[in-house]
């Protein structure tokens, strides 16, 4: 089992950027790719980005694009997030997932963490 917790989130205005992380615990993998995803109240749960498992890979979503930036720190079993440009469409609750599918769809992925809110405001 693997318990995944994200932390960062916040209030930040439009233009502004954020660092959301995701710790990892339990029986960890090395081998484990990773992704975030984000879902606003009444949609979907959408991919945001994914990282394979030594981040010599990275896919986004065209939303995010050129704002955001992946990272991982195996030693430490941590997942991160850098967002930049920040928009109103940005604000969801974001989720880290981990699996042995490095894929953009939610189902590819085994365990989950709780998420942490993102809110931008214009």
């Known amino acids: 089992q693997v318990q995944l917790v994200e932390s960062g989130g916040g209030l930040v205005q439009a233009g502004g950027s954020l660092r959301i992380s995701c710790a990892a615990s339990g029986r960890t993998s090395v081998s484990y790719n990773m992704g975030w995803f984000r879902q606003a109240p009444g949609k979907e749960r959408e991919f945001v980005a994914a990282?394979?498992?030594?981040?010599?890979?990275?896919n986004y979503a065209d939303s995010v694009k050129g704002r955001f930036t992946i990272s991982r720190d195996n030693a430490k079993n941590a997942l991160y997030l850098q967002m930049n440009s920040l928009t109103p469409e940005d604000t969801a609750l974001y989720y880290c997932?981990?699996?042995?599918?490095?894929?953009?769809?939610?189902?590819?992925?085994?365990?989950w963490g709780q998420g942490t809110q993102v809110t931008v405001s214009s």
């Open positions: 990282i394979n498992w030594n981040g010599g890979n990275t």
């Open positions: 997932a981990a699996g042995r599918i490095y894929g953009t769809r939610w189902f590819e992925y085994d365990y």
